[in-house]
């Protein structure tokens, strides 16, 4: 099978990426010289960079992960089943790039002095991305960038499949718990939906050693 070529790039990402630039440029004079970049599991900032970084780092962030999805599928040793699920990979990919900007933009008007509550908005747009690839996870083929990489799920196409099959309904609940969690207070929220995507996540990791190990003793 043929391999697959890089993503089309759109030129509408791009320059929405880029406006963000633009965007900097005009409120870099009413920031603060010390921008809040970090929160910790009550809500509260405890982490800071400077206006200068703020205005640059995400949308640089953005535009060089947005690029670098666009030609991972090239450098993947199994390229070829890209082709089997690139709507899927196409869709994460421009969800990453709205999360970025979501990010920057929730942070800047946190920054400006709106009275953003950003724990709730960070765990809600978590929330919404383990949804997603929750969703599609059954549809996601053997590959080395995108999905639960694990020792055997890379060794064994089928341990790959099944052990994606069974968690894309485990990472749904788990978004769904991220979601929710924003009616409830600060550190109880952290550590409930911490916990659910831990707990999913060694879930899938331990079934993807036993399955393979049955797979390799029949």
Not at 194 to 199: A, F, H, K, L
Request: proline share 5%; no cysteine.
């Amino acid at each position: 099978m043929d391999k697959i070529k890089r993503l089309p790039v759109s030129w509408f990402v791009i320059a929405l990426i880029l406006s963000l630039y633009i965007l900097g440029y005009f409120l870099y004079p009413h920031l603060p010289e010390q921008v809040p970049s970090h929160w910790n599991m009550a809500g509260e900032v405890d982490g800071y960079s400077s206006r200068t970084f703020h205005v640059l780092f995400f949308p640089s962030m953005t535009l060089f992960l947005y690029i670098f999805m666009s030609f991972a599928p090239i450098l993947d040793p199994k390229s070829e089943n890209y082709k089997k699920f690139q709507s899927v990979y196409e869709g994460f990919r421009y969800f990453m790039v709205g999360f970025l900007m979501l990010l920057y933009m929730a942070t800047t008007l946190y920054a400006l002095g709106y009275p953003l509550s950003m724990g709730k908005i960070v765990r809600f747009a978590i929330g919404l991305l383990l949804v997603f690839i929750g969703n599609y996870f059954g549809k996601i083929r053997h590959n080395y960038t995108f999905g639960i990489k694990t020792p055997w799920t890379l060794a064994s196409e089928e341990v790959w499949n099944k052990t994606h099959r069974i968690s894309g309904p485990l990472w749904v609940v788990s978004g769904l718990i991220w979601m929710l969690s924003i009616f409830i207070t600060e550190k109880l929220a952290f550590a409930i939906a911490m916990g659910s995507i831990i707990v999913v996540s060694i879930y899938g990791f331990a079934y993807s050693y036993i399955l393979f190990q049955k797979l390799k003793n029949q």
